[in-house]
């Protein structure tokens, strides 16, 4: 089941469970859309793409609650795009 982490890892801002800007990868990593713009859709954790969260029902919420453990691990942008550029 998926986690829905309230926020964007790297800019701390609120993604609710119904937000249209939350993107994920494969292990949930979770940022806002601008900022996986700036990460040039790369997951800086683990390197995979990003797909759109989807949204749960809210019907579901009470049986199936969203995660309230906030992940905060601020990108060095700049470091993480030269990083970018000799991996890959
Ligand atoms: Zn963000
Ligand atoms: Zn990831």
Excluded: W
């Amino acid at each position: 089941m998926l986690e829905i982490r309230p926020t964007c890892e790297n800019c701390n801002k609120k993604l609710p469970y119904n937000s249209s800007e939350a993107m994920i990868c494969t292990f949930e990593c979770t940022f806002c859309q601008d900022c996986v713009t700036l990460l040039q859709q790369v997951c800086p954790n683990c390197r995979g793409g990003f797909e759109k969260r989807p949204i749960r029902p809210k019907q579901l919420l009470k049986k199936y609650p969203v995660s309230n453990v906030v992940v905060h691990k601020p990108v060095n942008i700049l470091n993480y795009k030269n990083s970018l550029k000799t991996k890959f």
